[in-house]
């Protein structure tokens, strides 16, 4: 009974447990088969026991392992050899075709700008509401800025890229200018920004959200609305807070942009946008696109922003309307100290994570220098390598050039020691207060090095009036140490130039440099006929009345031309013009304006003088140097010593080298300089309204002058090695104004020796006397 029921109680599990048993017997008769261990003593017994004794081929292989094909000898089977497949150039029928290779490596790849902005104005705004966001938007953005309006002004306000479509009309306005940006721009950028004049746009915020968005999204960002009164069922981007379009939005658009011109019937041209990229593209306008919001604020009448505590406002990232170019101007000032103050506080955090890692680096807090996120000082490998501290008082500088031993701080220098006094005053306040209040601060001593790796150090004794809380007063004197970190290194884009630009040679010269002139030609025959230099050469002979009147008996400049005759017959291919101006007053400006008409006006001129030494070296750096509608060139020549003084005891060499001894490199003449005839043109036109002021100013300005207040362009000035000028006694014409004629004459007194040779001079004529 017991056994009949324990057998009706096992039954329905039976097969289950047979099943189970079954399952583990297999395994167990399987395992060293299969399984592998991970310890290494097993498995080199399980390998031997199945891949069998060496020499033998009959050893069992792991079902989980791969056949490597070898045999007993642990040779391969079929030995592997490579073989070379000769490469047959397709013919050609014609000449070989030459390989395009872009400009630029960004264009090869395929890499673009990412941001572009088109502002919408009109031509009552242009001058007012589109100037200032010129310049509260435009510098942000490296220049990609381009205004669009119907018609403008005939005076267009300088450093702003307008483009008139003839057409006040704004639907039309707007399908002209998609237009234009797809046929001039949609290959070079990104992203297109667009909005009106009447809207503040904080430039840090937007390029933050568009460098956070992927290149290839189809995106219609902006501020949403709905249609009111049309069949057309989504939301578009107002136009008045400015919307995001891609490039890929705008590719998909740019077939059917003339089908929504013709289509589409709206009086709204953000409206007639939406519909026509809503109707063709399938594109809704999002305020929110993972995370990233389009923040945006509508500003009242009469609102006190600096007070308003909105997180809206604070957070916006367009502000919209704005009523006046001075309002434009606030709202800046308000949003850029918003961001500065959280570029700092970011500074800080980074600081405090650098702090906190160094205390677990190998060296503790010695890996983390001060200032904390600046590069470390400069160490030096020897004796010669160790920076000098110049010592420097608020009055004097106690290392300075051509090794006087006590100057005075003035200029950059001393701007520069106020500076830091000022900055290190106020941040000992920030330290002490409320306890004690430090004022009056006094150098005591200063020292100052350039360290090229992370910039300008300094140490300061100050010396202060200190006030506590309960008003007792005594003088403390503390020391700091003061860094100026070298900025970013940025480059800056320059227009592409080349060496092959022909030079015109200008050489103004008076009847008393007549000498020097034939010197001039002489080195010209060397260096520039000879050389086949690309270059020509035009002397500006200047009359005076006298003079001219007796051109035909006793012409003063009769050896010159002479001169110029035989190396016309000596170098056939070489040609030297010649200018007979006859003037009273031989000022630059008034010769330059003869000679600028009768040259074109891509004419690259090289103003030089009858004491002027240069080769092809300076020659080609003055064609890379001077850039059209973009830079000046004015370098600085090595101006040698008089022989008498630089060698007393000895004759002087013919090509004195670049030393102390022979010479300095005066930087108080400008009197060679590399420019295009388009570019003086174009100062030349801003001088009317001061000449009906002044009428000497020809007479008074040098040209440097004139490219610095009225040019507008680069004035690029550095020394020329390959620049030099001889040593000539000469005068300054009083006519000059009063800074061009101090200049002159600290460059011809300069000229005469150096400190040292004078001061020797000087002790050899008192002892003279004395004996």
């Known amino acids: 009974m017991r056994i009949s029921m324990l057998v009706s109680l096992i039954r329905p599990s039976g097969p289950i447990i047979v099943g189970i048993s079954l399952g583990f017997t297999l395994s167990l008769l399987s395992v060293t088969w299969v399984d592998e261990s991970c310890d ?284 006046s170019a001075d309002l434009m101007y606030r709202l800046h000032k308000h949003f850029t100290e918003i961001e500065l103050q959280r570029t700092y506080e970011e500074i800080e955090k980074l600081q405090s994570e650098i702090k906190n890692v160094s205390e677990v680096a190998a060296d503790g807090n010695k890996s983390a220098l001060w200032p904390v996120g600046i590069t470390p000082p400069f160490e030096p490998k020897s004796r010669f390598e160790v920076l000098r501290w110049d010592y420097f008082t608020e009055e004097n500088l106690f290392s300075c050039l051509d090794d006087a031993p006590k100057c005075t701080i003035n200029g950059a220098d001393r701007v520069d020691v106020i500076d830091v006094i000022k900055v290190a005053a106020e941040e000992l306040n920030k330290k002490y207060n409320p306890f004690v209040q430090l004022s009056e601060p006094h150098l005591v001593n200063g020292y100052r090095r350039l360290d090229h790796t992370r910039g300008m150090e300094y140490t300061l004794d100050l010396q202060f009036q200190a006030t506590t809380e309960s008003g007792h007063q005594k003088l403390i004197t503390r020391r700091v140490h003061l860094v100026r970190p070298l900025s970013q290194v940025e480059i800056i884009p320059m227009p592409y130039v080349t060496e092959a630009t022909r030079i015109n040679i200008l050489l103004p010269i008076n009847s008393y440099e007549s000498h020097a002139a034939l010197r001039f030609l002489d080195h010209c025959s060397t260096n520039l006929f000879e050389t086949s230099e690309n270059a020509l050469l035009n002397f500006l002979f200047t009359y005076e009345p006298a003079e001219a009147q007796k051109v035909s008996t006793n012409d003063v400049f009769k050896e010159v031309k002479a001169k110029i005759t035989a190396i016309e017959s000596r170098y056939p291919n070489v040609k030297v013009s010649w200018i007979s101006i006859k003037t009273e007053s031989p000022g630059v400006l008034r010769i330059l304006d003869i000679v600028s008409r009768k040259h074109p006006v891509e004419t690259l001129f090289l103003l030089a003088t009858a004491d002027t030494l240069f080769n092809s070296e300076f020659l080609n750096r003055c064609r890379m140097n001077a850039i059209n509608g973009w830079q000046v060139f004015f370098p600085i020549h090595f101006q040698e010593f008089d022989p008498t003084v630089a060698y007393p005891d000895q004759a002087p060499p013919s090509s004195p080298d670049l030393l102390r001894e022979a010479g300095h490199f005066d930087r108080y003449t400008f009197e060679e300089a590399c420019f295009y005839n388009s570019d003086y043109m174009a100062a030349r036109t801003r001088m009317p309204g001061d000449l009906q002021e002044n009428e000497e100013l020809l007479e008074s300005l040098d040209l440097y002058d004139v490219f610095v207040q009225y040019s507008g362009l680069h004035v690029f000035r550095a020394v020329e090695p390959a620049l030099r000028q001889a040593y000539r006694n000469r005068t300054c014409d009083p006519r000059l104004s009063e800074d061009v004629f101090h200049r002159c004459l600290q460059s011809s007194l300069e000229s005469h020796g150096s400190r040292s040779q004078l001061a020797m001079l000087i002790f050899e004529q008192e002892q003279g006397n004395s004996t």
């Open 40 to 323: 290494s003593d097993w498995m080199g017994a399980a390998d031997e026991m199945l891949i069998g004794q060496p020499g033998s081929s009959k050893g069992a292989r792991k079902p989980s392992s791969i056949s490597s094909g070898t045999t007993d000898n642990g040779n391969d089977k079929e030995d592997f050899e490579p073989r070379i497949v000769p490469y047959n150039k397709p013919a050609q029928d014609g000449p070989p075709k030459k390989v395009f290779r872009a400009k630029y490596a960004s264009t090869e790849l395929g890499i673009r700008e990412r941001l572009f902005v088109a502002v919408f104005t009109s031509k009552t705004t242009l001058n007012t509401l589109a100037v200032a966001i010129n310049r509260t938007l435009n510098h942000h953005l490296d220049g990609h800025l381009i205004f669009f309006t119907g018609t403008r002004n005939r005076k267009t306000p300088n450093g702003m890229f307008v483009v008139a479509h003839g057409d006040e009309r704004p639907v039309p306005n707007m399908f002209q200018s998609v237009r234009y940006l797809l046929d001039h721009y949609i290959t070079e950028f990104d992203w297109f920004y667009f909005v009106q004049d009447d809207t503040y746009t904080q430039p840090e915020r937007l390029k933050r959200l568009v460098s956070h968005l992927s290149m290839n999204l189809q995106l219609y960002m902006g501020h949403s609305g709905e249609f009111i009164g049309a069949e057309t069922q989504g939301r578009y981007c107002y136009g008045g807070p400015g919307f995001l379009l891609s490039r890929a939005l705008l590719l998909k658009l740019q077939p059917f942009l003339e089908h929504c011109r013709t289509d589409i019937i709206s009086v709204r041209p953000d409206e007639w946008l939406g519909r026509c990229i809503i109707d063709y593209a399938g594109v809704n306008c999002v305020e929110e696109y993972e995370g990233l919001n389009y923040n945006y604020f509508r500003m009242e009448n009469k609102m006190d922003f600096p007070r308003m505590e909105n997180d809206v406002f604070q957070k916006a990232l367009t502000v919209h309307p704005v009523s």
